[in-house]
């Protein structure tokens, strides 16, 4: 496929990858962030963890949209899509999201009418071929699926279709990276920036994370020799004492991002005084709601949704793996109560989470043998 | 969702409401151009885009992408000419 199958070149790989290691080998240990569950995605898949110098180490940070849901708004959501008549519609990998009581799934099986569309315009479609039935679409992700959701809105509003409406739940990425730059356990050198919301937004609004926190951040891109050469320029601007927003991504980011994109959400959306982040706790104006003029197509104005604040299971640790405190296979629960088919966190739900992305890349010999040395040292340390 | 996926355009069904048919290896599918259509330089067929959840995102740069790729390998010659001294000296 053109504009992926050379980006996975295994000779321009290797070359990189020596490069890192010429790079890493005369700097201290370091430690970078890939803000985009796109990114864990590819660092697994193509087994980039195993590759890299013992001295780099990645950690996996908050961009999955799904893993950042929290319990409550799986909640309202189902509660929404058992209303009478209700099509509920929802992107493939928000089915299995478990909440207090079941996944939307779950729902399904009890009678509720949820269905898989792969686009906003899918459910509007739907609402058009069902005039009488309320279609609800459940909205999730970053700014690089909020301008979709939004173009949809405008299209419900000209074309007059008051069956349909949004479960807005969109957010925004530089809140939770502000939230962990704050944190008092921060422990990283710099940060992999998300490659497709920057399509949106640009580089420029990143320009705080190296002019107030000190970290150098390179906007990436999703395939292999992306990621790798994002981490050149990284220990580069290291070595060289620079620190400063970089575009490994140009290809397809923009520095100024993609204006009409950004005129469509603050068209339709307005930020939320605060939003609940899985594991991050309330983030104020983390989160985009509907603008009051989209009020008839607001499923939290159309529908009695419940609210409630659900805390998460006292075993998973999807919270402290999102901040990048725990690995993956750290979590008690991981690949024994909690797997893909039977998720206790979000984490393992989306192919974007980093535990789901472990559990189906990432088990192999290397991460046995780190496994047993974590549990070795914490035996020898008793 | 975050997954884009590059594709190439290779119809405008209807330019006022913004439909195109996007071409992925062979499969062909209806997207929205509607975010692409207020740059100065608007999306036309041929055009590579990344495509979310059935919007074009942002158009690929062809010229952006062999400058990444340019990068590595310079790198990968760099690489040859240190196994080339290796060898030279062993």
């Known amino acids: ?382 | 969702m975050c997954l884009g996926i590059p594709g190439q355009i290779v119809e405008i069904i209807d330019p006022a409401l913004h439909r195109a048919v996007l071409d992925v290896e062979g499969v062909r599918r209806e997207v929205n151009i509607g975010l692409l259509v207020d740059d100065t330089d608007p999306v036309a067929v041929g055009d590579w885009v990344l495509v979310h959840v059935g919007f074009a995102m942002a158009k690929i740069d062809a010229d952006e992408a062999a400058r990444t790729l340019a990068f590595v390998r310079e790198l990968e010659e760099f690489i040859d000419e240190i196994d080339l001294m290796d060898g030279g000296t062993a």
């Open chain 1, 1 to 382: 496929m053109r504009f992926v199958d050379e980006y996975r070149d295994p000779v321009a790989a290797r070359a990189t990858l020596a490069e890192i290691e010429r790079l890493a080998a005369e700097q201290p240990a370091r430690a970078f962030m890939e803000v985009c569950g796109g990114h864990t995605h590819t660092i697994y898949r193509h087994g980039i963890e195993h590759l890299l110098p013992a001295s780099v180490e990645l950690v996996h940070g908050p961009g999955c949209p799904v893993c950042v849901i929290p319990m409550g708004r799986i909640d309202d959501a189902i509660a929404v899509a058992h209303q009478p008549g209700v099509i509920f519609t929802c992107f493939g990998d928000m089915l299995r999201v478990p909440g207090s009581n079941g996944s939307l799934l779950r729902a399904k099986a009890k009678g509720a009418d949820v269905r898989v569309v792969y686009s906003p315009l899918d459910a509007l479609r739907l609402a058009g071929e069902h005039p009488d039935r309320p279609v609800v679409f459940f909205a999730v992700g970053f700014e690089t699926t909020a301008p979709s959701t939004a173009l949809t809105l405008r299209r419900a509003r000209e074309l007059g279709t008051h069956n349909f409406s949004v479960f807005c739940n969109h957010v925004t990425i530089v809140p939770p990276l502000k939230a962990i730059l704050d944190s008092p356990d921060l422990r990283l050198d710099g940060f992999l920036g998300p490659g497709h919301v920057s399509t949106v937004i640009g580089n420029r609004p990143y320009r705080f994370v190296p002019e107030r926190y000190g970290k150098p951040l390179v906007t990436t891109g999703f395939e292999p020799l992306d990621i790798l050469q994002a981490i050149v320029m990284l220990l580069c601007q290291l070595r060289d004492g620079r620190c400063e927003v970089e575009n490994q991504y140009t290809r397809v980011v923009r520095d100024e991002g993609n204006p009409r994109a950004l005129e469509v959400i603050r068209e339709v959306f307005e930020l939320r005084p605060h939003f609940e982040w899985r594991g991050l706790g309330f983030i104020s104006q983390s989160a985009l709601k509907l603008r009051a003029e989209f009020a008839p197509w607001d499923a939290e104005v159309a529908f009695d949704v419940p609210g409630v604040r659900v805390a998460d299971p006292k075993a998973c640790q999807c919270g402290e793996v999102l901040k990048g405190v725990l690995k993956p296979w750290q979590c008690k629960v991981f690949g024994t109560a909690c797997t893909p088919e039977t998720p206790i966190g979000t984490c393992m739900v989306s192919s974007e989470g980093a535990c789901a992305a472990y559990y189906n890349f990432g088990r192999r010999i290397p991460t046995r043998s780190t496994r047993v040395g974590v549990a070795r040292s914490a035996i020898a340390d008793r």
